[in-house]
């Protein structure tokens, strides 16, 4: 089963759905690097990883592509394997940052292109998977920083590959851990807004009580 996003274009067929447009795909780099899959329990979730190349954020790891430093696709466009896909599902995640558009296309039978975010998840028929990022003419101006992840679906012993499809978390880009922090700044914010304003209110209440005493020892 395919999950189909905006933007979707699937090798081979050349039909339209939904303003999807479909291409052929080929990969050509000069070199290419292992992707080495984390288990979940491993993402690491904290979201000062975001500034650490280093580091995982949730599983995901960290590139540029050199859209407009390099001219050769084969220099400019990074190149990531995937070993052990065969019979299993797959899913790709990929993030810019900042938002920009960009590709992605494998030896196989993806190649889609979106704005920020791109989500697939579908069968992969080889033992090894071939993906290559790249840019196409409606790319911004600027060489794009992203994000990416790849996860393979378990054995099909112990789960239906379709259904964890279904099940996965199309969510789960870098971004996600950024909003927890935003929502706890802003309770924190209110909470000191709240504290100063009773405190206020508390000297104002005291403040008019001396007041009146002092009227009614004057009279």
Known sequence: MLVFKPNVYVCVF???????????????CSQTTNFVILNETQYDRDANSLTDDTRRPLGFKYATLAYYS?????????CV?????ANK????????????RIC????????????????LCERANDVNLTFEFYCDQMCGETDPNFYYRFALSPPSSAKDPELWCNERNTDE???SLILPNLQAIR????????KASSTKTLHIITITYSVISLLFTIS
């Open 187 to 194: 309770k924190t914010t209110i909470h000191s807004i709240s």
């Open 81 to 85: 394997s995937v070993a052990n896909t």
């Open 89 to 100: 599902r797959i899913e790709v995640m990929i993030q810019t940052d900042p938002p920009n």
């Open 70 to 78: 390099k001219a050769d696709p084969r220099d400019r466009n990074p």
């Open 173 to 175: 880009f870098p971004k």
């Open 104 to 119: 992605v296309k494998s030896t196989a039978s993806i190649a889609t292109c979106g704005e920020e975010t791109i989500y």
């Open 14 to 28: 050349v039909v339209v759905v939904y303003g999807t447009q479909l291409s052929t795909c080929a990969v050509s």
